[in-house]
């Protein structure tokens, strides 16, 4: 099955095989050259000639596990956080910091707009108890990409925090971590790394650690600094998906040899595969080129066609496409172009939905 939904994705033969290896147990040696291997490999990929600046804390759990985490780690006392909030994943992490009323006013958009810098700025200016913000890299819900560099500028000069969920992001969009200054990014290995669901990590700037260290622990498993030592160095505190990590470690290593710069113009490709032949059938993508990502487009349902029929049509010729969320679910359909999948793959899939369409 060709999975065209953005996570989990298509896995290649040298990652499905990582599965198979020998059991180790997590308290011993091995499992610790392991776990080291990943979280070099994560700085190399990701803060490329700063990985002395950052530690990467990998945990057994999906993304929104890393992003819990980020966002429970990062408020010390009497301290509150602002949420950048435009689609589905935006309302999550309000969600989230909901929970424990460490929240402020949330800054909302419509589901198709960027945040706006200058607006942010004049939050922070408002609430000198903001600590945090948090945003959304790539915001799957419509696969519109967010203003990293920007919002990253604004946090930075005043003194603030920045949360940054990448968990569809990372391997998929540029995105320079050290230079802007992002104290915590959250990844997960089941998206554009091309790996498993099951397994997620935290890239955390190492001035940060410290001040974490005093912060209040309001999760046992997904307090961020259980996971590193007195010395800096990466630890599981329990139990690990020994197998998971293996192919995670395989699929870092396929990353690091295709080149993440290699990767994002392949996915760039296909995404660009996929539009035009589309647009050449009258399907129309939801969002502007100028704010579309590299690895999942949102598309009008083509008239007369309802979601469950395109779906289910696609899915009898061996293809999975993704429905929309919210008030979006009866408009609009996402095709993801994320995983290991080849040019032939998108074009059987491309007939295959031209096909679809001419037997509504």
Request: proline share 5%.
């Amino acid at each position: 099955m060709v999975l065209l939904n953005p996570g989990p994705v298509n896995v290649s033969e040298r990652v499905r095989q990582a599965l198979l290896k020998p059991d180790i147990c997590h308290r011993e040696s091995e499992f610790a050259e392991l776990l080291h291997r990943i979280q070099t490999k994560l700085l190399k990929a990701f803060v490329p000639g700063a990985e002395s600046e950052y530690v990467a804390i990998v945990i057994t759990g999906s993304g929104t596990a890393a992003v819990e985490a980020a966002l429970m780690s990062s408020v010390p006392h009497g301290k509150r956080m602002l949420i950048l909030n435009n689609g589905v994943y935006g309302e999550r992490m309000s969600q989230i910091i909901g929970l424990h009323r460490l929240g402020v006013n949330e800054l909302k958009y419509d589901w198709t707009a960027r945040p706006d810098p200058e607006r942010l700025l004049l939050a922070l200016r408002q609430h000198p108890e903001v600590h945090v913000v948090g945003m959304v890299h790539h915001e799957t819900t419509t696969g519109l990409l967010n203003p990293v560099k920007e919002i990253a500028e604004v946090v930075d000069n005043q003194n603030r925090v920045f949360v940054l969920d990448a968990v569809s992001a990372l391997g998929g969009e540029s995105i320079d971590i050290a230079k802007s200054h992002i104290y915590m990014v959250a990844g997960t290995a089941g998206k554009c790394i091309q790996g498993f669901p099951g397994v997620s990590f935290v890239l955390v700037r190492k001035g940060f650690i410290d001040k974490m260290r005093a912060y209040p622990k309001r999760s046992w498993y997904l307090h961020l600094t259980h996971y590193i030592d007195d010395q800096g160095r990466g630890t599981i505190p329990f139990t690990p998906a020994v197998q998971v990590y293996y192919a995670f470690d395989e699929a870092l290593s396929e990353l690091l040899d295709e080149g993440v710069a290699n990767r994002i113009q392949r996915y760039r490709k296909a995404a660009t595969l996929i539009r035009e032949r589309l647009a050449k059938l009258g399907v129309k993508p939801l969002l502007t080129p100028d704010r579309q990502s590299n690895t999942i487009t949102a598309f009008h349902l083509p008239e007369g066609v309802t979601y469950p029929q395109l779906h289910d049509r696609l899915k009898a010729k061996g293809y999975v496409i993704y429905a929309g969320q919210g008030n979006l679910e009866n408009k609009i359909f996402r095709v993801a172009n994320m995983g290991a999948l080849t040019e032939a793959q998108f074009n059987g899939f491309l007939d295959a939905f031209e096909l679809s369409c001419k037997s509504a």
